[in-house]
């Protein structure tokens, strides 16, 4: 005769409001004991409901999206009913034997633990064997952990007592069914006294008891699963002594287990020594972050080096400004991703014009270089690209366009390299930045510069002209975006077209921030600014 049998979720732990992911099986199908029916999901382990009965769906009560917990109906069953003994097949005393038998051996009753139903895996590693024999387990303690290349999962025990024997080592592959280990003890078999005594009772109702004996296991334990798109290449990774769930927590944040200390159990990693080992190297990072010697990004550091063993030395502190300089530097290059565009000016007719009004300027008291002329052509030339004149906002969403033109000035000092700003350059001649330019480098080189004298910035010009050179790559000072780098003008033989003609040609390098920048704009800048500065008449146009 069929009965109706409802399908419900079992015993899942702690969790509360698990979300269907998947549903197997429509109305209609036939399935069998142990089949996954559903498919359930929270944010810390994945897990399959299965049947626990043979027969044919009637009813399906949840689908995906559907929230359940421990008890909820899922789904219903038509089932053929198993005939209990009757009283004239079983007299009175046949049904007590059963039960005082039950009692009187359950104290010595061995039970064997097996891999329960796991879905569609096969061959799973052992990555870990929790318990030993000897030792006395709790139902639904775990006793070991399988790991694929997919999931992880701890297989529970489904009786307590001592463990007799364990089938199972580290490295071996198991699949379903497959014997983990043997337990004897007084809590062995929940209901095995009591399947019996269902069967006595009723003559209509099945025994489901004794037929879920062995799936509630399977159930009853979360099985924590790692993301289906992850897997694990480093086999001493597999290794580490941590649960799956801490296995999971740490690829979430990209730790490496073998590098952390377990303060558990015979030293199992928790969730505790994950987190602390993140604040650790957090921190270690913040101190080491752009220092000379040190490193940002958990890049290794240089090891330390005993000079002394290859000859004389002499250590020499550095300046205050070269170790700020060198901080900033590094925090540039690990923060901004740059590009270097390099070009030629022509700037014949400009050192014509600056040796015309030489003596002129130095009547009035005035050095005027070719520095200041670069000044004047790039302010013109931030007037036309004003994307040169922004700043990048901290979270990297929008830009600060300045309506100023400050031009910062790179200045070598004894004590090192400082960056006094000439502000408001579009508003002053060439002899008032002449003069002014004066003024900031000389108080720059006897460390008289204010805070405020050093800052706001719209772009920066590094000039190694008095120096020498062919072009170099200079960084850009955060928060601008871009950098202009100068190097000494040569005289060149140039083709006008019909003759090679001496022309004064100047390196020009062009620094930018290419989360800003692209590299269109970084050419059609330089090419602009090649432009004003070879004929610097155009400077009057912007």
Same mark, same amino acid.
């Given at each position: +005769?069929?009965?109706?049998?409802?399908?419900?979720? =079992?015993?899942?732990?702690?969790? /509360?409001?698990?979300?269907?992911?998947?549903? *197997?099986?429509?109305?209609?199908?036939?399935?069998?004991?142990?089949?996954?029916?559903?498919?359930?999901?929270?944010?810390?382990?994945?897990?399959?409901?299965?049947?626990?009965?043979?027969? !044919? $769906?009637?009813? *399906?009560?949840?689908?995906?999206?559907?929230?359940?917990?421990?008890?909820?109906?899922?789904?219903?069953?038509?089932?053929?009913?198993?005939?209990?003994?009757?009283?004239?097949?079983? =007299?009175?005393?046949?049904?007590?034997?059963?039960?005082?038998?039950?009692? !009187?051996?359950?104290?010595?009753?061995?039970?064997?633990?097996?891999?329960?139903?796991?879905?569609?895996?096969?061959?799973?590693?052992?990555?870990?064997?929790?318990?030993?024999?000897?030792?006395?387990?709790?139902?639904?303690?775990?006793?070991?952990?399988?790991?694929?290349?997919?999931?992880?999962?701890?297989?529970?025990?489904?009786?307590?007592?001592?463990?007799?024997?364990?089938?199972?080592?580290?490295?071996?592959?198991?699949?379903?069914?497959?014997?983990?280990?043997?337990?004897?003890?007084?809590? #062995?078999?929940?209901?095995?006294?009591?399947?019996?005594?269902?069967?006595?009772?009723?003559?209509?109702?099945?025994?489901?008891?004794?037929?879920?004996?062995?799936?509630?296991?399977?159930?009853?334990?979360?099985?924590?699963?790692?993301?289906?798109?992850?897997?694990?290449?480093?086999?001493?990774?597999?290794?580490?002594?941590?649960?799956?769930? @801490?296995? &999971?927590?740490?690829?979430?944040?990209?730790?490496?287990?073998?590098?952390?200390?377990?303060?558990?159990?015979?030293?199992?990693?928790?969730?505790?020594? $994950?987190?602390?080992? @993140?604040?650790?190297? +957090?921190?270690?990072?913040?101190?080491?972050?752009?220092?000379?010697?040190?490193?940002?990004?958990?890049? =290794?550091?240089?090891?330390?080096?005993?000079?002394?063993?290859?000859?004389?030395?002499?250590? #020499?502190? +550095?300046?205050?400004?070269?170790?700020?300089? !060198?901080?900033?530097?590094?925090?540039?290059?690990?923060?901004?991703?740059?590009?270097?565009?390099?070009?030629?000016?022509?700037?014949?007719?400009?050192?014509?014009?600056?040796?015309?009004?030489?003596?002129?300027?130095?009547?009035?008291?005035?050095? #005027?270089?070719?520095?200041?002329?670069?000044? %004047?052509?790039?302010?013109?030339?931030?007037?036309?690209?004003?994307?040169?004149?922004?700043?990048? !906002?901290?979270?990297?969403?929008?830009?600060?366009? &300045?309506?100023?033109?400050?031009?910062?000035?790179?200045?070598?000092?004894?004590?090192?390299?400082?960056? =006094?700003?000439? %502000?408001?350059?579009?508003?002053?001649?060439?002899?008032?930045?002449?003069?002014?330019?004066?003024?900031?480098?000389?108080?720059?080189?006897?460390? &008289?510069? &204010?805070?405020?004298?050093?800052?706001?910035?719209?772009?920066?010009?590094?000039?190694?002209?008095?120096?020498?050179?062919?072009?170099?790559?200079?960084?850009?000072?955060?928060?601008?975006?871009?950098?202009?780098?100068?190097?000494?003008?040569?005289?060149?033989?140039?083709?006008?077209?019909?003759?090679?003609?001496?022309?004064?040609?100047?390196?020009?390098?062009?620094?930018?921030?290419?989360?800003?920048?692209?590299?269109?704009?970084?050419?059609?800048?330089?090419?602009?600014?090649?432009? #004003?500065?070879? /004929?610097?008449?155009?400077? +009057?146009?912007?």
């Amino acid at each position: +005769m069929a009965t109706s049998i409802d399908i419900r979720v =079992p015993d899942i732990g702690e969790y /509360d409001s698990v979300e269907v992911i998947e549903v *197997l099986v429509e109305t209609g199908d036939s399935v069998s004991t142990e089949q996954s029916l559903i498919t359930l999901e929270s944010d810390k382990a994945s897990m399959e409901i299965p049947s626990t009965h043979d027969g !044919s $769906v009637t009813e *399906l009560l949840v689908k995906v999206g559907d929230k359940i917990s421990t008890g909820d109906v899922i789904a219903r069953l038509s089932a053929e009913a198993q005939t209990a003994t009757t009283a004239t097949e079983a =007299p009175a005393t046949s049904t007590t034997a059963p039960i005082a038998t039950a009692s !009187s051996e359950s104290d010595a009753q061995s039970h064997k633990v097996v891999v329960p139903e796991i879905g569609d895996f096969e061959a799973i590693e052992v990555i870990e064997v929790l318990v030993s024999a000897g030792d006395t387990v709790e139902l639904d303690q775990s006793l070991i952990t399988l790991e694929s290349d997919k999931a992880s999962m701890e297989i529970p025990s489904t009786a307590a007592g001592t463990v007799t024997s364990i089938a199972v080592s580290v490295g071996d592959k198991l699949s379903h069914g497959d014997l983990v280990a043997e337990i004897t003890g007084s809590g #062995v078999s929940t209901t095995t006294a009591s399947a019996p005594a269902a069967k006595a009772e009723s003559e209509t109702t099945p025994a489901p008891v004794a037929e879920q004996d062995p799936i509630p296991p399977a159930a009853n334990k979360p099985q924590p699963k790692s993301s289906p798109t992850q897997k694990i290449a480093d086999e001493s990774y597999r290794r580490a002594h941590a649960s799956p769930a @801490v296995r &999971k927590f740490a690829r979430e944040l990209g730790v490496d287990l073998m590098l952390v200390n377990g303060s558990g159990r015979k030293n199992r990693i928790l969730k505790d020594d $994950v987190q602390q080992f @993140v604040k650790t190297t +957090m921190s270690s990072a913040a101190s080491n972050y752009g220092g000379a010697g040190g490193t940002g990004a958990g890049i =290794p550091s240089i090891p330390e080096v005993d000079f002394t063993k290859f000859g004389e030395v002499e250590r #020499v502190e +550095m300046s205050r400004i070269n170790v700020l300089t !060198s901080e900033n530097l590094h925090r540039a290059w690990l923060n901004l991703p740059m590009v270097t565009h390099h070009d030629d000016a022509d700037i014949t007719e400009l050192e014509e014009f600056r040796q015309s009004i030489k003596k002129e300027a130095a009547d009035q008291g005035i050095r #005027v270089t070719g520095l200041v002329f670069h000044i %004047k052509a790039l302010t013109a030339a931030l007037k036309q690209f004003p994307r040169f004149n922004s700043s990048l !906002s901290s979270d990297g969403q929008s830009l600060f366009y &300045k309506k100023y033109f400050n031009i910062g000035i790179a200045v070598d000092t004894p004590n090192g390299l400082v960056v =006094p700003v000439l %502000k408001d350059t579009d508003k002053k001649s060439i002899y008032q930045l002449s003069e002014e330019m004066t003024d900031l480098s000389n108080r720059a080189r006897e460390k &008289k510069l &204010k805070p405020s004298e050093m800052q706001g910035a719209s772009m920066t010009i590094s000039s190694l002209g008095g120096i020498g050179g062919n072009g170099f790559t200079p960084i850009v000072n955060p928060p601008e975006v871009a950098i202009l780098g100068i190097t000494r003008a040569k005289m060149q033989p140039v083709w006008d077209g019909s003759e090679f003609k001496p022309r004064l040609m100047c390196p020009l390098d062009l620094t930018y921030d290419h989360r800003v920048i692209d590299g269109a704009d970084g050419a059609r800048f330089m090419t602009h600014y090649c432009k #004003v500065i070879s /004929d610097i008449r155009k400077i +009057m146009l912007y």
